[in-house]
């Protein structure tokens, strides 16, 4: 009878002999995986900090702004003409379009209430509602063949967010942190300037920091009283006295930190309180006008009160930049500005004249400062509308398509990439999902986004989670 040392016996092997030959194989399969699991998230789990890091190859880029237009801006009546819709006018979609809210059930195709024209060497066709950011068109990148996952606000901004559309994950922002630290070591790496009269759709939803720790959240700096919101005490303190108050807090941190020397979590409390103290000062400096110029100030449209709040927030993001900071990310207005419903022509001209002035100065004064080169600008709602009118004025919202803007870092100016349909309800041509956008930043950025591993919950996210988006960089949009 064969002994069980014997590589092969003759006849046929029941499956309970098969198990015992092969059963201490797959066992080994198994440790070998487990083992190199725990090794890769060891080395991809780095200390927690905002020291600058090195990136996984050289970036045409060091830093973002991004515009976040909350409301879902109309492609078709600012970026992306379409002669078909205008022919169309009041006649029957073709297609039977996805409504999100009631009044668009007779799927009546509504023509643009905005006259377009070509701007710029480029000949780049914008509406006459932003001729502001039509002025910079040769410095713009304008994706046309954008396309999302939902048709609700909170999910699709969670989506272009953070690149899932459910709660939870963090924001690009606090991964670009993560990632790369900031060359500022006296501020967040990541700071949110809304409007200080509230907030947008979504709230801090869309500034999350998620599993990732509370050190790469965004910050929240207003353009109101004080930058920061309980960062100085109530009381008048010497400088003196608070320099002491906070070496005595230091101590105390520090040797409650040696019985527990495990705890990131207490760890990245403490460096929250260490970098609180240090932006005592260098918020407020930052931040202080006093040496912009008056042609500066008019370029942001401070000098006019219909675009002097969301041109100081343009105007406080170049100086942010300017000073170190990774990543910075406006809002528009309060609400949801962009979300026109009841009358195309009179919400959209109202939020433009509010936006696209300071917009367009904001890519004109990184360029003449010479930070065009290393900060990308992203311009971007959530998602688009549809072609067919909602109660005959608006349009309802529209997941398969919409336009985004992107200047500087790298990115190919005066190119538009990609296309809708005839009437820009699908887009067809080319197409560039959210994860893709994420994945080409990031490589701007000089990150690879497969390698830009966090592990939680016992699995290695990513921003982009490759295998089920099947995000890459879209190259073509990169010059």
């Not at 700096?221 to 960062?231: D, H, I, R």
Request: with cysteine.
């Amino acid at each position: 009878m064969p002994s069980r040392s014997e590589p092969h016996c003759s006849g046929p092997i029941s499956r309970r002999r098969l198990l015992e030959m092969t059963g201490a194989g797959f066992g080994s399969l198994a440790l070998t995986d487990l083992l190199y699991r725990e090794s890769r998230a060891s080395i991809q789990q780095p200390s927690f900090n905002l020291r600058p890091k090195r990136p996984h190859f050289q970036p045409r880029a060091r830093a973002v702004i991004m515009m976040m237009q909350n409301g879902g801006p109309s492609q078709m009546d600012m970026f992306d003409p379409k002669p078909d819709l205008q022919k169309a006018d009041g006649k029957q979609h073709s297609t039977k379009v996805e409504m999100f809210q009631k009044g668009s059930e007779k799927n009546t195709l509504m023509a643009s209430p905005f006259k377009f024209r070509p701007y710029g060497a480029s000949g780049m066709e914008f509406s006459e509602v932003i001729p502001h950011i039509g002025g910079v068109a040769d410095d713009l990148c304008l994706v046309r063949s954008m396309h999302t996952g939902h048709n609700n606000h909170t999910e699709a901004l969670v989506m272009f967010t953070t690149g899932r559309l459910f709660q939870g994950p963090p924001s690009f922002g606090s991964w670009i942190s993560y990632a790369l630290g900031t060359e500022n070591q006296n501020l967040p790496g990541y700071i949110v300037l809304r409007d200080p009269a509230g907030y947008n759709t979504s709230g801090s939803l869309t500034w999350t920091s998620g599993w990732l720790p509370a050190l790469y959240r965004g910050t929240e700096f207003s353009t109101q009283g004080p930058p920061v919101l309980n960062l100085k005490s109530a009381q008048p303190v010497t400088a003196g006295r608070q320099r002491d108050n906070l070496d005595f807090l230091a101590s105390l941190n520090r040797l409650h930190q040696r019985n527990y020397p495990n705890e990131s979590e207490l760890e990245v409390r403490i460096q929250n309180y260490e970098l609180a103290a240090r932006m005592q000062l260098a918020a407020t400096d930052v931040l202080n006008l006093e040496h912009e110029t008056n042609a500066t100030r008019t370029l942001y449209g401070l000098d006019n009160p219909q675009t002097q709040s969301y041109g100081l927030r343009c105007l406080l993001a170049r100086k942010l930049v300017e000073a170190g900071v990774r990543f910075v990310q406006i809002h528009p207005p309060v609400g949801q500005p962009w979300d026109s419903h009841g009358n195309v022509k009179t919400e959209l001209t109202k939020v433009c004249g509010q936006t696209d002035l300071p917009s367009a100065g904001l890519i004109r004064d990184l360029k003449r400062r010479g930070l065009l080169d290393s900060t990308v600008v992203v311009w971007s709602g959530e998602f688009g509308r549809l072609p067919v009118s909602q109660n005959g004025t608006g349009r309802d919202h529209n997941r398969n398509a919409f336009s985004l803007l992107a200047a500087g870092g790298g990115f190919k100016a005066g190119y538009i990439h990609g296309a809708t349909d005839e009437v820009g309800y699908k887009s067809v041509t080319d197409r560039v999902s959210v994860s893709d956008f994420h994945a080409t930043l990031l490589h701007q950025l000089g990150i690879d986004h497969e390698r830009l591993i966090y592990r939680h919950g016992g699995r290695d996210e990513t921003l982009t989670d490759p295998p089920v988006t099947g995000a890459r960089p879209v190259h073509a949009l990169l010059g």
